[in-house]
């Protein structure tokens, strides 16, 4: 089994700073990383995904993620951040690609970017 | 990426009735299809993989009896919340798996 702790539950930031948001995983195997974002009432919609090769994997929006796998991480940042990128974040994880849908998620890191 | 839609949005019934979600994947044939239900500022929470041409697959605790699934075809899912009460309040999202997932828009649910 996999699980995934989002070490902050709220981050508030000022417009135009940068950010990063904490993803930690467990796992027995070798699993797959993804963040997604979600705004008020819609779905998820992926911001970037790690599945092999380099470990900085960039995304939409100008986020980057890092996967550390010594240190079991997958922290997403963003240099300058805009105030529409006030969203709840999830960090998830999956044993293999084919059965992406048996994702298991964090609980949701909610970024608030103030003016 | 696949583009997947839920209908209806929103809807609000009144305790004891049964409501239905339906969920079409527009541009991807989905043999297998996912449920998830999240309640506010809480993460999502697995429900039951939908098959096509099958029976649904239930996560652990989800009754199977409430929450009826049919994936009739390869671009439909519907879920269908049985006697609804206030507690299935909830906000239903389901999900297509491609090499990640694409999620419907999600179904605000709400039981007076």
């Known amino acids: 089994a996999q699980s995934v702790t989002q070490l902050d539950s709220q981050v508030p930031v000022f417009e135009e700073a940068p950010v990063e948001l904490r993803c930690n995983y467990s796992?027995?195997?070798?699993?797959?990383l993804f963040w997604y974002v979600q705004y008020p009432n819609q779905g998820l919609q992926l911001l970037l995904k790690y599945l092999s090769g380099s470990t900085l994997v960039k995304g939409i929006n100008g986020f980057e993620a890092e996967f550390n796998k010594s240190q079991t991480s997958f922290h997403l940042r963003k240099p300058s951040v805009h105030i529409s990128d006030t969203a709840e974040y999830f960090c998830a994880v999956t044993r293999t690609v084919s059965n992406a849908g048996k994702s298991t998620f964090g609980d949701g890191t909610t970024l608030t970017v103030k003016p | 990426g696949a583009v997947v839609s839920q209908h209806p949005s929103r809807v609000i019934c009144k305790s004891g009735t049964s409501v239905k979600i339906e969920c079409r994947s527009l541009d991807f044939q989905a043999t297998t299809m996912f449920w998830y239900r999240q309640f506010p500022k809480q993460s999502l929470m697995l429900m039951a993989t939908?098959?096509?041409?099958?029976?649904?697959?239930?996560e652990q605790g989800v009754e199977k009896d409430k929450f009826l699934i049919n994936h009739a075809s390869l671009t439909l899912s519907t879920l269908t919340v049985t006697s609804a009460h206030p507690e299935d309040s909830s906000f239903y999202i389901c999900s297509v798996p491609d090499d990640t997932q694409y999620f419907g828009p999600g179904t605000r649910l709400t039981v007076l």
């Open positions: 796992s027995s195997v070798s699993v797959y």
């Open positions: 939908s098959n096509e041409g099958s029976k649904a697959t239930y």
